[in-house]
């Protein structure tokens, strides 16, 4: 088992930027993927970031690339999003998630472990 806790949310202004970190216990962290993911009220959760065990390969969701870097520190067993330019449309809680294969996946349902979520409100 792992378990997975966000931190870092809170409420801020568009153009803010923040940092959320998820850490990590329990099994190795390093040998997951991981990955970020949203949900807004009203909506499904959706996709934001993925990044590989070691940290070599990212991939993110077309609607936040240039503004959302997804990083990994597996020797403190933590990682991170960060957000930058928040505008009203990424008011949402964020989730972390870990995913045993090895393949980078953007679908929700195929991760294996999240946290409880962070959430991100953004005023206008």
């Known amino acids: 088992q792992v378990q997975l806790v966000e931190s870092g949310g809170g409420l801020v202004q568009a153009g803010d930027s923040l940092r959320l970190s998820c850490a990590a216990s329990g099994r190795t962290f390093g040998a997951y993927n991981m990955g970020w993911f949203r949900q807004a009220p009203g909506k499904e959760r959706e996709f934001v970031a993925a990044?590989?065990?070691?940290?070599?390969?990212?991939r993110y969701a077309d609607s936040v690339k240039g503004r959302f870097t997804i990083s990994r520190d597996n020797a403190k067993n933590t990682g991170y999003l960060q957000i930058n330019s928040l505008s009203v449309e990424d008011t949402a809680v964020y989730y972390c998630a870990l995913k045993t294969s090895v393949v980078l996946s953007t679908v929700w349902a195929q991760y294996d472990y999240w946290g409880q979520g962070t959430q991100v409100t953004v005023s206008s």
């Open positions: 990044i590989s065990r070691s940290g070599g390969t990212t």
